[in-house]
């Protein structure tokens, strides 16, 4: 396609007036799956607290079944991802999950500052010395989460060694059988590491808020990831709205163009709205779900964790995943690949 073409498409794109937009129908409940391929699911009930969902949920599931992994991406930086991936990590605790946040934003880790924990060892240094184990890295979490603190500027993943790589999978793939949630807050942008995450785990959150060029670089992480990896789960999460429509508005611009121009579909995993207690606790170094529990953000966000609760749960019963190789088996391949292959 000519660049102008995609140029205009963009342009469209933000404004929302691609022909046919209007006629679309309203996107779903919190993670509405994509129509062609899933039954739809009953709408989440915010629990009060997370203190309260973790008394209030069934007992989940100790089964063999590797866990489910979610990446958390986004087009544009600053747009919300370690907000989400933290809190996220601390409701999906709470609903007594286990959980490991696992921070591979390789360039600009700081989950950990998030978090408001010191780790002594990160990935830098499971990456420098063969003896070093993931559980001396690997920092309790606020909320009961574990945190597995990312790497400073060691450049991207996918640019390793494969010997580094080999050895880094096999110490993160340890938490595939510990975990009912692995989630990986990864870099922004469309690095090759970022591409290899979304295009090999189970769900993939693409964050992006309602502004233009959030939006327009969220659509050139869809392409990316759909073109390289047809059949990733992806979701859009509107962070920091101011009413809840406009993140539905967001998430069907975003879906029609992908409809329209890539043949595929992309779900909508709801919104968060724009909220002051969220910078309040980054201030504080508490994730905001425990900081201000009964805030319009910490709802949404219990939201989100309920609805994937649920859609893993749907999916347990699916045998099919149970016999697809783990995440982080697929995630190494990928990792190895060479250079000059289509990633
Ligand atoms: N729902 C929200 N309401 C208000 N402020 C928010 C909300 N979500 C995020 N923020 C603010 O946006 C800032 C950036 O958030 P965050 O660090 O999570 O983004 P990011 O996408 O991880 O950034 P980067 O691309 O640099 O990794 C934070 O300081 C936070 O205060
Ligand atoms: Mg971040």
């Not at 937009?21 to 997370?50: F, I």
């Not at 059988?177 to 970022?194: E, M, R, W, Y």
């Amino acid at each position: 396609m000519a660049v102008a073409d995609q140029a205009q498409r963009l342009r469209d794109l933000v404004r929302g007036d691609l022909p046919g937009a209007e006629e679309r129908p309203a996107p779903g409940p919190v993670l509405a799956p994509p129509p062609d391929d899933r039954p739809s699911a009953a709408p989440a009930q915010p629990s009060a607290r997370v203190a309260r969902a973790s008394t209030d949920s069934p007992a989940p599931e100790r089964s063999p079944r590797r866990a489910h992994v979610i990446a958390v991406a986004s087009g544009k930086g600053g747009v919300g991802k370690t907000s989400v991936a933290v809190n996220l990590a601390v409701v999906l605790a709470g609903l007594g999950r286990r959980v490991a946040l696992v921070d591979v934003d390789m360039g600009l880790a700081n989950a950990d500052v998030l978090c408001g924990v010191k780790a002594p060892f990160n990935l830098t240094h499971l990456l420098a010395s063969p003896r070093r184990k993931l559980r001396e890295i690997a920092v309790n979490g606020p909320g009961g989460f574990k945190l597995i603190p990312g790497a400073n500027g060691i450049g991207e993943m996918a640019d390793l060694p494969a010997a580094l790589v080999d050895r880094l999978i096999a110490q993160l793939s340890l938490l595939e059988s510990q975990c009912d949630f692995v989630i990986l807050d990864a870099a922004a942008g469309i690095n090759s590491a970022v591409l290899a995450f979304a295009g090999t785990a189970d769900t993939v959150l693409v964050v992006t808020t309602p502004e233009p060029t959030a939006m327009t670089d969220a659509y050139g992480l869809v392409k990316s990831v759909l073109r390289r990896s047809p059949l990733s789960n992806l979701y859009i999460l509107v962070n920091q709205v101011e009413r809840e429509i406009q993140g539905k508005e967001v998430h069907q611009r975003l879906a029609l163009v992908a409809r329209r121009f890539l043949q595929r579909e992309v779900g909508f995993a709801g919104s968060i709205p724009f909220d002051r207690c969220v910078g309040a606790a980054v201030r504080r170094r508490v994730p905001f779900c425990l900081d201000a529990p009964g805030s319009r953000a910490s709802l949404a966000m219990q939201q989100l964790g309920a609805a994937l609760v649920r859609r893993t749960q749907a999916a347990s019963a699916d045998s099919g995943r149970a016999s697809r190789r783990g995440f982080f088996a697929r995630l190494g391949e990928w990792l190895k690949r060479p250079a000059s292959s289509d990633r």
